[in-house]
């Protein structure tokens, strides 16, 4: 499957914000060799030779902007946006297990319940869509706040990438 991730990261040029962007997309598909694999596999925006991914898939979608700017601004809602649908939907799914299923039906995953539960949990992976630029994933809106309010030059990153 794939999706659209953002990175948020510090820098001063469309050019740095890009390469620091790919740096981060690396480390969240295990290619930088202290970091695990939470992706297969990315590709951005400003890739042209791929049929199946990126904008060939999504359509056309800024490599990097400035998070003030429209564009960004953009990015950003649609990062956080998801992210929030995504944890609403896995805590529903939570509160629905508790309410209609046993311990045992739970403990044994029926109706995917304990997945349901790790996903809420999850610090990276399909259910968080907006990452800092140390690959971290943006789990709720404080720690998103901060980062917007101690950033000076924040940029948008966007990538597919598929798990």
């Given amino acids: ?24 997309f690396d480390r ?11 992706f297969d596999y990315y590709v951005t925006f400003d ?22 700017s429209d564009d960004g601004q ?15 939907r896995n805590l529903d799914r939570v509160k629905e297990a508790i309410d209609e299923l046993s311990d045992e039906e739970i ?7 304990r997945h349901a539960f790790h996903q809420v949990g999850a610090y990276d992976g399909p259910t968080i869509f907006l990452y800092t630029e140390h690959g971290t994933g943006i789990r709720h809106r404080g720690q998103l706040d901060r980062l917007l309010e101690e950033s000076e030059e924040l940029w948008i990153v966007p990538a597919d990438v598929h798990f």
């Fill in 47 to 68: 890739e042209e030779d791929t049929s199946v991914a990126g904008k060939a898939r999504w359509g056309e979608l800024p490599t990097a902007a400035p998070v003030d």
């Fill in 28 to 38: 969240l598909v295990g290619a930088d060799p202290h970091a695990s694999a939470v």
């Fill in 107 to 113: 403990m044994r995953d029926e109706d995917l319940a």
């Fill in 74 to 88: 953009d990015l950003l809602e649609r990062g956080w946006e998801a992210t929030k649908e995504e944890f609403e």
């Fill in 1 to 24: 499957m794939h999706m659209v991730i953002y990175a948020l990261v510090e820098e001063s040029t469309h050019d740095d914000a890009q390469a620091t962007g790919n740096s981060v």
